[in-house]
């Protein structure tokens, strides 16, 4: 059994190599597709600018972009500004946060990029006029951005954050860590394109300005280079103040090639990828996905987080909130719970839970157990069933009253007469009275003497049949199997 199983898996894996090694071919080839257009919807908060302002900046900065990255497939940007005051509570024009998290909490529930569509989306910019961070001492930055997956697998993906005032190269350097390029002063992991050596990245500040060229650093009131009288690289922090700078062959290559993994086989947008749908961690929760989805947890060496979509009955599954119908039970989705409470299933009905916690919660029926015609019901609290109860009257025969030196058969009777019945002795003695036995009463009639007492008597309850009894505080109940 154990081969078999063995034996279609590697059957198995054969197929999926032959159709990995073949398709591909049969498709288009990224490198047929000379451009790669993104989508771009600014969100303006700003109100130091006018929008007239904003538009003439927005241009700017996308023409500047769009000249950096021609490197095939070549950046060719559709955008549109949409103002906007306020978001999640926070006024757009004052972008403050306590920390950096906080920072990228708020960009990543109001600013994500969109993927409507594996192809349909757009990459998302708010334009700030303060963009800082304060955990004791204040940072601010002209823009942020997220690196890309293979820079940074382990971030979220998010939409870049630009200050209104920048220069017109900032959206373009923000641009370049989305497209895979570290600061000139960080060094790369990894062994190709190694972009930084040339700068003999030291971190900050020491590494800052290694791009521009020697003596035409200007140094800051603290000593530390800030600006250059010359080129400098896009990727530096470094101000060019003749206007200038640049990316190397080696820079506009990684930027080129990140492009191209943003890009379908038939050449589109691939927003998924933008978005981080695709190899990075895009939830730490289920509520981090859609209703329609939960967060799958990958592993530090074994994939990364996801939103999936909720299985459906059947599948295998390891926590309830991973179904559709949000119950797991030994490993599958089954059937979804009727109910939970009581409340759930309306009147006359009541939330039987599942046995041991996991089979299903169902809501069932409720009718009350009867009596059998001319019982009545008696309600019993609360720990005795209620019963059936009803009176029964019942009769003896009269018996001669006789002592025990008395022979039975020298006495006949009961014989009826007017008032209470007596026997007679076949020996000539006087008569004697009667008796009723143990607690029956003596009733006297004229000629029909009886002995009658009234009992109770009491009978269970019943349920319909194949309904189960249940005893409770008032009245009991029968309950629906
Ligand atoms: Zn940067």
């Given at each position: ?25 049969a ?11 993104l ?21 700017s ?9 021609q ?32 920072y ?8 994500d ?54 220069d017109?190269?900032?959206?373009t ?86 492009r ?58 390891t ?61 019993r ?26 022979k ?74």
């Amino acid at each position: 059994m154990n081969y078999i199983i063995q034996c279609s898996r590697i059957l198995f894996l054969v197929a999926v190599f032959l159709l990995g090694a073949v398709s591909p071919a049969a498709w288009a080839n990224k490198n047929d597709f000379a451009e790669w257009h993104l989508d771009v919807v600014f969100y303006n908060g700003s109100k130091d600018k006018t929008d007239e302002q904003i538009a003439d900046a927005v241009r700017s900065w996308v023409d500047k972009a769009e000249i950096v990255y021609q490197r095939r497939p070549a950046l060719k940007i559709s955008y549109r500004i949409e103002k906007l005051a306020e978001k999640g509570g926070k006024d757009l024009s004052n972008l403050s946060f306590d920390s950096m998290s906080q920072y990228a909490k708020f960009m990543d529930d109001h600013f994500d990029n969109v993927a409507t569509s594996k192809t349909e989306g757009h990459f998302t910019v708010v334009i700030t006029d303060k963009l800082c961070t304060n955990e004791g001492k204040e940072k601010c930055w002209g823009g942020y951005a997220h690196f890309p997956h293979s820079v940074n697998p382990f971030s979220l993906k998010r939409g870049i954050a630009l200050k209104s005032n920048v220069d017109t190269y900032t959206f373009t350097h923000e641009l370049g860590h989305v497209f895979g390029l570290k600061h000139t002063f960080e060094p790369y992991v990894g062994f190709k394109l190694q972009c930084n050596k040339p700068f003999k990245p030291k971190g900050r500040p020491e590494g800052e300005c290694n791009s521009c060229p020697g003596g035409m650093i200007v140094y800051d009131v603290n000593a530390l280079p800030s600006s250059c009288n010359g080129r400098t690289n896009l990727m530096d922090y470094c101000t060019s103040l003749i206007g200038d700078e640049y990316l190397t062959p080696c820079q506009e290559e990684r930027a080129a090639n990140q492009r191209q993994s943003y890009m379908t086989s038939d050449g589109k947008t691939n927003y998924f990828k933008l978005k981080g749908l695709a190899g990075e961690a895009i939830c730490k929760e289920d509520n981090d996905c859609e209703t329609d989805e939960y967060c799958d947890k990958g592993t530090l060496t074994v994939g990364h987080n996801l939103c999936k979509s909720l299985k459906s009955i059947g599948e295998a599954c390891t926590r309830s909130d991973q179904c559709v119908s949000g119950r797991c039970n030994t490993g599958q989705c089954k059937t979804a719970d009727e109910c939970q409470t009581d409340q759930d299933c309306g009147s006359n009905s009541v939330c039987k839970k599942g046995p041991i916690g996991l089979g299903q919660n169902k809501c069932v029926d409720l009718v009350s157990p009867t009596c059998p015609s001319g019982w009545t019901y008696e309600i019993r609290n609360p720990l005795n069933k209620d019963r059936c109860t009803r009176e029964v009257t019942k009769s003896a025969a009269l018996e001669c009253k006789l002592l025990i030196t008395d022979k039975a058969e020298n006495w006949s009777g009961p014989h009826a007469k007017t008032g209470e019945d007596e026997c007679k002795s076949s020996k000539g003695k006087d008569p004697k009275g009667v008796k009723c036995p143990g607690s029956f009463r003596h009733n006297v009639l004229p000629g029909a003497d009886s002995c009658t007492k009234t009992e109770t008597e009491h009978t269970d309850t019943q349920c319909i049949a194949g309904w189960d009894y249940k005893s409770q505080s008032g009245r009991d109940v029968c309950q629906q199997k």
